[in-house]
């Protein structure tokens, strides 16, 4: 027998020529590149049918409304976040600290001096934050792990200082409660919030020097440094949007319910990191979207409904969301080792 027919490919196996065969890598690179990306506006379509089709109220106005109004102040802390992560800096945990302070002020001090204060104090508080651990992480280059860490301990501790642990209530005739309580058609007014604050940091993103700096940045540190962009203020911007979304989604969160206390964002760091990673933004840093963060905020979003509906537990709703980030992340290292 010839060399020539051994090598025929009708005598070869189709997994043996695949394996060899440059053009099915590119194809399989482009494939786990296509699902880490975009896969989620299948996955969240396909999750509003199935679950529109099978679970018992889910499709109910009072429903959707109320899915709504839980998602909106998560996905406005998840739209911030995202500048953080894709500069590959991972994430802000001190959105935790930094929504309650948030809330609390905007009711306690509106309660007292009014709400003009009241936001203006939230602002400049939320500029605290951002400087703090954009300059800790960007000038001093501290582990952003720990740094947010350490700021969410600091700012829980002042808030419950300063508060003394109480639960603080608004007028029901108060214009933050107007505001909670407001709709558009069928959908609450945050929701409505919650797109403009979208559309807006995906135009930051998408069509800026700031944004294009924050994914070369993420990208390649060095590179981008070499190029002459000042990589410090880069962090430090991207620490400031993450407080400014954390600030509004505070104050979305207190107007929803119209009352205030130090313990009322545990998880929020989790949830919206969760939406960001399902969403596509890499965990490595350098490539994301805005807007794919919406769709992952709205995927969680329905899940964990969907779950409260069928009657699972909150043990089981923590063990399918952090499912749902070691998968995401898994298919986002395949994607990368195969871009490689």
């Known amino acids: 027998m010839s060399d020539k027919a051994v090598a025929d490919p009708a005598t070869t196996t189709p997994t043996a020529a695949s394996a060899d065969d440059p053009g099915v890598e590119v194809r399989n690179t482009s494939v786990l590149e296509w699902m880490a990306e975009r896969g989620i506006l299948i996955f969240t379509a396909l999750l509003i049918v199935v679950s529109a089709i099978f679970i018992d109220g889910f499709a109910s106005l009072d429903n959707i409304t109320d899915v709504f109004n839980r998602a909106a102040p998560i996905g406005i802390v998840a739209v911030g976040m995202t500048f ?3 500069t590959g800096n991972y994430l802000d945990l001190s ?3 930094q929504v309650a302070t948030a809330a609390v002020v905007l009711i306690a001090v509106n309660n007292s001096l009014g709400l003009i204060p009241a936001m203006l104090l939230s602002l400049v508080i939320a500029v605290v934050y951002g400087i703090v651990n954009g300059v800790a992480v960007g000038v001093f280059k501290a582990n952003a792990v720990i740094v947010t860490l350490a700021t969410t301990f600091i700012g829980l501790g002042v808030l419950r200082w300063a508060s003394g642990g109480s639960i603080y209530f608004g007028p ?3 214009l933050i409660r107007s505001f909670g309580q407001a709709k558009l058609g069928p959908f609450p007014l945050s929701m409505l919030v919650l797109v403009i604050v979208t ?3 995906a135009f930051v993103l998408e069509r800026t020097t700031f944004g294009f700096t924050v994914k070369s940045f993420g990208s390649n540190e060095s590179a981008t440094r070499l190029a002459g962009v000042n990589t410090s203020m880069v962090v430090i911007g991207a620490f400031f949007l993450s407080a400014l979304g954390a600030m509004l989604g ?6 929803f319910s119209n009352t205030a206390v130090s313990a009322m964002s545990v998880g929020f760091d989790f949830r919206a990191l969760a939406a960001i990673i399902v969403g596509g933004t890499s965990v490595f840093g350098g490539r994301g979207s805005v807007l794919r963060t919406l ?4 995927f ?5 409904n969907v779950m409260v509906l069928s009657g699972l537990g909150f043990g089981v709703q923590q063990m399918a969301i952090g499912g749902l980030i070691v998968a995401a992340v898994s298919l986002d290292s395949l994607a990368r080792k195969a871009a490689a």
């Open 84 to 86: 953080v992560v894709i």
């Open 95 to 97: 959105v935790v600290a």
């Open 172 to 174: 029901e005739d108060s």
């Open 199 to 201: 559309l807006l940091l």
């Open 250 to 255: 505070g104050w979305v969160l207190g107007a």
């Open 295 to 298: 769709l992952g905020v709205i």
């Open 300 to 304: 969680v979003s329905i899940l964990t």
